[in-house]
């Protein structure tokens, strides 16, 4: 039985393709239209999951929704009702789109579908799962465990923004839930937006900024903008923010009670900014930490799975690992709203149906290393890059990994693109930019020549699993880089007094371990753990970098720039290498060398891209 | 007209018959909203639909 999730209409829309049970495919739709965070539905993506699956849509038994939308439409206008007349502006403008489109999302989707090829003649249920039920089955059936707790946490489904569930066996339920508009991932969101980074987007820059700030409104925000009670239940005050019926995230209280107006999009960075990242920051690991406390008591497990824009709050994962309560957490990769998808097909299959899951064997989880997106065979890759004028040789897979490792330990940044594509917003070494960890200005050059994107963003590392315990304060499997850990202390670099004084962004050019490329301020990385039996190349090219230099980390960046959605085929890593600083460009058993390129065909990449 | 089957099952089974004067209005006002709309989307920094 076959079963293809959808999720649309809002941001990160994607499709999934579930086979009796067994992910076949999933993938984002930006990844095949270029543009970023695409939420139009996923025409794409879908075509992709049924090539994959070598079927039709005819062949196709249930097609699953991610979210409901009425109840959303249901939470719209009781929020609107409940502010009258301060919200009439917002309301002017949601309304249309929702009586124009939104309220016949039943049959847009049906319609849409029948419109890809071979849909007409599908004939199954359209289904609707609740977004947070997505984000919990999401999490649990692709886990590896068979009884655990279950937390999401986002900005905000239907109306659940924050639920603790129970999943056993196939069983899933949720147990207690928060509700709109009091959402830690709003929370976040509004500080984003406040510190003049793209809500939705910058999240992660605000994570990356945290370390350099010291988190001095931490008392500020506990005090007057959360109420956070023992069970990690919470209240925001609605008088400092605007999301509920304004236009912005923050209003005039919230910029009194800070000191100032929210930071201008790309206007400089102050010590405010970090500041303010760092507290908000402390803040949800406090928030994370307690409703773990909660979800560990409520339901008895020694496991949590968690799913939800916030899970991807690797800071805040790696200190729940580190001080408990749980023994092991599993987080989904595409915790995001994209990974609903999937959480949509898998709750039908299981929930709904009543599917028993599948034995794990020596697979590791339900997720295949999150590679669940198209591969592209050597011969059809080389057919690709000559018709796009590309230079290349063509190699055995012994040669390329021997030369990507030799342009590595050069300081080289190199391109790899190898197998299939990654499912969530992380690139695991299927679609990366790749460099040498040991370099001190590899950090500098990857940010500003390569990646066009703001200089105090961190690197994450890939470390060989047999090698973590050895370089980073880490010692389980991190395949999905959603951990971050401190690096080793025998790896890290004594800081002098005066390189301890420094603040701020002046921290940044002190190198401060041996893999300082990856080494954040705080001496903490976003640690990958790579597997031979998920991606053997991968792991035989870092093993090979091993060898020739004795580190077994590289340092790896999605393989874009700022604002592009990451390649999906070898035209786009070829244009995407002949745009950007990347000097060795590796797919399947190809390698191209970027002073063997025609110039004719070097162009400008730095704004091809709306910044992020 | 599926629309207002879906609606009517919502409504009973969420027990939010109350909302349904808000939709009834929502029908009237919204349709003249929707005549003399542009782009609705657009200001948002954070649309919450």
């Keep these: ?612 | 007209m599926e629309l207002m089957g879906e609606i009517w099952r919502y409504v009973r089974v969420r027990k939010k018959f109350w909302l349904v004067p808000v939709l009834l209005m929502l029908l009237v006002f919204g349709g003249l909203i929707v005549l003399t709309q542009g782009s609705p989307v657009a200001p948002f920094i954070y649309s919450l639909f």
């Design chain 1, 1 to 612: 039985m076959r079963i293809l999730g959808i999720s649309a209409f809002y941001h990160d829309s994607a499709a999934a393709l579930i086979e009796d049970g067994r992910i076949v495919a999933a993938a984002q739709e930006e990844r095949f239209t270029r543009v970023k965070h695409d939420a139009r539905f996923p025409a794409h993506a879908i075509a992709y999951c049924l090539e994959e699956a070598g079927c039709t849509l005819g062949e196709v038994d249930h097609v699953a929704f991610y979210e409901k939308p009425l109840i959303k439409f249901e939470r719209l206008l009781e929020t609107y009702l409940a502010s009258v007349p301060s919200g009439f502006r917002s309301f002017q403008m949601a309304i249309p789109v929702w009586i124009k489109e939104k309220l016949f999302q039943k049959s847009n989707l049906r319609k849409a579908l029948r419109g890809l090829p071979g849909g007409a003649a599908w004939n199954g249920d359209l289904l609707f799962t609740e977004h947070h039920q997505s984000h919990a089955a999401s999490a649990f059936y692709a886990s590896p465990y068979e009884s655990a707790a279950v937390l999401t946490m986002d900005g905000v489904g239907e109306w659940c923004t924050t639920s603790i569930g129970h999943g056993e066996g196939n069983r899933l339920a949720l147990k207690r839930e928060l509700h709109f508009p009091h959402s830690l991932g709003l929370l976040y969101s509004a500080f984003t937006y406040y510190t003049g980074f793209r809500v939705n987007s910058g999240e992660y820059k605000v994570m990356g900024l945290a370390p350099y700030g010291e988190p001095r409104f931490v008392d500020t925000i506990l005090d007057r903008l959360i109420d956070l009670r023992e069970d990690g239940s919470f209240w925001l005050d609605q008088r400092y923010f605007n999301y509920t019926t304004g236009l912005t995230m923050t209003g005039d209280a919230f910029a009194n009670l800070f000191g100032g107006p929210p930071r201008k999009p790309e206007a400089p960075l102050t010590q405010r900014e970090m500041d303010l990242a760092a507290s908000v920051q402390k803040v949800t690991e406090i928030v994370v930490g307690r409703l773990a406390a909660a979800a560990a008591r409520e339901t008895g497990e020694r496991r949590l799975c968690l799913a939800g824009g916030v899970a991807l709050n690797c800071v805040a994962n790696g200190k729940l690992l580190r001080e408990g309560p749980f023994d092991d957490i599993w987080i989904q990769p595409a915790a995001g709203d994209a990974g609903g998808a999937l959480g949509a097909a898998l709750a039908v299959w299981h929930q709904f149906l009543g599917q028993p899951r599948m034995p794990l064997g020596d697979r590791r989880d339900g997720m295949q290393g999150a590679y669940l997106g198209p591969a592209f065979e050597q011969a059809e890759i080389e057919e690709r890059l000559a018709a796009g004028g590309a230079v290349f040789e063509t190699r055995s897979e012994a040669e390329v990994t021997e030369a990507a490792a030799d342009a590595l330990a050069e300081g080289k940044a190199v391109g790899w693109m190898q197998g299939r594509m990654e499912f969530g917003p992380r690139a695991l070494g299927g679609r990366s930019i790749l460099g040498d960890p040991r370099s001190p200005s590899m950090q500098k050059t990857l940010n500003l020549k390569v990646k066009y994107r703001e200089s105090f963003r961190p690197f994450a590392p890939s470390v060989l699993r047999e090698d973590v315990a050895d370089w980073f304060d880490l010692d389980t499997d991190s395949p999905y880089m959603l951990l971050v850990a401190g690096i080793a202390p025998g790896r890290c670099r004594g800081m002098t007094e005066e390189e301890d004084a420094l603040f701020g962004i002046d921290k940044l050019n002190v190198p401060r371990s041996e893999i300082p490329a990856v080494t954040h301020v705080d001496h903490s990385a976003r640690v990958q753990t790579v597997h031979r039996d998920t991606n053997p190349r991968y792991w035989n090219l870092i093993d090979a970098f091993k060898r020739k230099t004795g580190c077994p980390v590289l340092v790896n960046t999605s393989f874009n720039v700022r604002g592009e959605p990451i390649v999906c085929t070898p035209e786009d890593a070829f244009r995407c290498f002949m745009g950007t600083g990347i000097e060795l460009l590796v797919i399947g058993n190809c390698i191209l060398h970027k002073d063997k390129q025609d110039p004719a065909l070097l162009k400008s990449y730095e704004d091809a891209f709306e910044l992020d």
